[in-house]
């Protein structure tokens, strides 16, 4: 078992400014519309304001991608 982590937004879909490479390259406003529409994991709310998502679920979601992917081709 792999050990939990929390990613913060920025480590999911990147930052160019801070040189931070996509997990899952979609924008910002895509990403909380899928969250908001059920395509993607809920976050966990550190403080009232900083939302973060368990590694866990993120690492299901790149699975479940994966194989949609695989599927098609």
């Avoid at 929390?6 to 040189?19: V, W």
């Avoid at 490479?21 to 910002?28: F, L, Q, S, T």
């Avoid at 590694?55 to 991608?65: C, G």
Wanted: aromatic share 6%; hydrophobic share 35%; proline share 7%.
């Amino acid at each position: 078992m792999s050990e939990l982590r929390l990613y913060r937004l920025a480590d999911i879909i990147g930052d160019k400014k801070q040189g931070i490479k996509p997990i899952i390259p979609v924008g910002r406003s895509s990403w909380y519309r899928g969250v908001q529409d059920g395509r993607y994991p809920k976050p966990v709310m550190l403080t009232k304001a900083t939302p973060a998502w368990r590694s866990d679920e993120i690492d299901a979601l790149i699975e479940k991608v994966s194989q949609e992917s695989a599927a098609q081709r």
